[in-house]
């Protein structure tokens, strides 16, 4: 009886695994769906007038964005491992910590800093006498400054891939190239930098796929790219349509970025040589040591000290109180989603990770791959995606309703939490994989067969040997979606219940309004939170350095 009960167990996993891959997959469809089957005037509005400024804006700001933290990243990552100079100890760890600030948060802080009523401008001006068309100051409401915010946020993903990279070349290969002649410059340039190609692409693409992602940077500063459609269709326009046929643009240009990434992380088979063949680091001295030191601190300080003091600065003046029982009310809704979400997204994590541990094959190998899809689609792309069929099935179950008994249901899936929870899920539930599959991979293969040969099923190994195996790795997997959930714009805009705002929506109208010290308020709050995976990580980093 027991191998009957075993595959009955094992049934019951792969249905709830592929239910949750489907889960994963209904956005898409209905994304595609709603962009083929309803015909769409305003769709062709804005093919003759802003479409294709969406499409220029989009590609020009990912070029911008890449090319900015493939060179901010790489730079970094390479003085950090391969030289040794003042303050290098400290700016290794440091260098992590901006991607604990949304890229909104830094765009709200440098326009308090930098616009025209800014401390900046208004210095400039009281120190020369100049009048406010006496001279000329780079707009940081524009395409280059939402590009500039971006990198600071997002040049982490390279310089932590480029840095393992680094840490995980030999010394052979690079004093073999000293030993030919070539300078400390070229040897990195025509040795480490194409052994690190594989490792630096991904980061790029990582930086890429947020940058299409992005909302309220964009939106803010008045950038109008695919994302800024999405809304303005939806909300605007009211022509749902037209936002699923933009979506649909964007979904397309977010997994040809996910395909990249794969295949270069797929590519990625170098030969460094023997790994205990440890690179002493180059003693910089005179003026290279602190040239390189500046090199270093100017993402730091950029991309965290300067919008700390601004925001700080502009709550200090702010008439916000996080006492109030406005504020207590933000603080609960993003608290409730955040948590929320994280418990769902981190036991769809376990049940597609456990079909492809117990149950290995193509199915399991498929339901996973959906899963793993949602980090590459914006927020935005899901939210429609989930609200066009949702909000068909809440029409067609009222009319039924109203027609045979008279009573009126309203929305029961687009006015709740629920949906929103799946969006969130759909889109972070990669990084759960990802922490899942981190943590399953130091356990033996042995320890399931021995677990089997002592009468447990699938779910009796997954309970009594996987979970409290996997219990660090599970909460570290949690906390991630829930800092995510915290900062996530587009998705919670478009999704939430009526009168049911978060830290995030909050800071994001009061910005709209152009009540920045307001929006700092809870920015700051935000940026503390995500301070916390950000803070592991770089314990991490620490622990392996060389």
């Known amino acids: ?135 000329w100051f780079p707009e940081i409401r524009s395409l280059g400054g939402a590009a500039a915010m971006l990198v600071l946020v997002f040049y982490p993903y390279v310089y932590l891939l480029a840095r393992a990279a680094f840490v995980g070349q030999s010394a052979t290969t690079f004093y073999a190239a000293r030993a030919l002649g070539r300078s400390p410059g070229l040897a990195f340039l025509t040795v480490s930098l194409p052994m690190a190609r594989p490792a630096i692409a991904a980061g790029v693409l ?43 643009g964007l979904l397309s240009f977010a997994l040809l970025m996910s395909f990249l990434e794969r295949t270069s992380r797929g590519r990625a088979r170098y030969d460094g040589g023997k790994r205990n063949e440890v690179m002493s680091r180059m003693q910089l001295k005179g003026k290279r040591k602190w040239l390189a030191l500046v090199l270093c601190l100017i993402p730091f300080v950029l991309g965290v000290v300067v919008p700390v003091i601004a925001l700080t600065t502009m709550a200090l003046g702010s008439e916000q109180d996080l006492l109030s029982r406005r504020y207590i009310a933000f603080t609960r809704n993003s608290f409730t989603l955040a948590c929320v979400a994280a418990l769902v997204t981190v036991v769809a994590a376990v049940l597609l990770g ?52 008279d009573i009126s249901t309203g929305l029961l899936f687009t006015g709740s939490i629920w949906v929103l929870v799946g969006a969130y899920m759909i889109r972070f539930l990669a990084a759960a994989i990802g922490a899942f599959e981190g943590g399953i991979a130091a356990v033996s293969t042995n320890i399931d067969a021995a677990s089997r040969v002592l009468g447990h099923g699938v779910w009796g190994t997954l309970r009594r040997v996987h979970l409290p195996l996997l219990t660090p790795s599970l909460l570290t997997a949690a906390l991630i979606v829930f800092v995510d959930v915290m900062k996530e714009l587009p998705a919670t805009l478009i999704m939430r219940p009526f009168n049911f705002d978060t830290l995030a929506v909050q800071a994001h109208r009061l910005a709209a309004d152009e009540r920045l010290e307001g929006a700092a308020v809870p920015s700051l709050v935000i940026a503390a939170i995500g301070l916390v995976p950000v803070i592991l990580l770089c314990r991490q980093v620490a622990l392996r350095r060389r």
């Open 206 to 248: 990582l930086a890429s796929m947020e940058t299409i992602a992005d909302y309220g940077t964009v939106s803010y500063f008045g950038v109008q790219t695919f994302a800024t459609g999405i809304y303005t269709s939806w909300f605007s326009m009211a022509d749902r349509a037209a936002a699923a046929q933009l979506a649909l």
């Open 1 to 135: 009886m027991r191998p009957t009960s075993r595959t009955l167990t094992e049934r019951l996993l792969a249905i709830l695994a592929c239910g949750v891959a489907l889960v994963c997959a209904l956005p898409y469809a209905g994304v595609v769906l709603a962009a083929v089957s309803e015909p769409s005037d305003t769709l062709l509005h804005l093919a003759d007038t802003v479409l294709w400024r969406y499409i220029n804006t989009t590609v020009i700001l990912v070029i911008l964005v890449a090319i900015g933290t493939l060179a901010m990243g790489t730079g970094a990552a390479w003085l950090v491992i391969m030289t040794e100079f003042p303050g290098r100890r400290f700016l290794e760890i440091a260098l992590v910590i901006p991607l604990a600030f949304p890229a909104y948060v830094l765009a709200y802080a440098y326009t308090h800093v930098l616009d025209h009523p800014g401390i900046v401008q208004a210095t400039l001006r009281d120190i020369t006498g100049w009048g406010p068309r006496d001279y």
């Open 354 to 405: 456990s079909f492809n541990r117990m149950v290995p094959g193509r199915v399991s190998q498929a339901a996973q791959y959906l899963g793993r899809l949602g980090y590459a689609v914006p927020g935005g792309v899901i939210a429609v995606g989930l609200m066009v069929p949702f909000a068909a099935i809440d029409n067609a179950f009222d009319a039924w309703m109203r027609q045979t008994f």
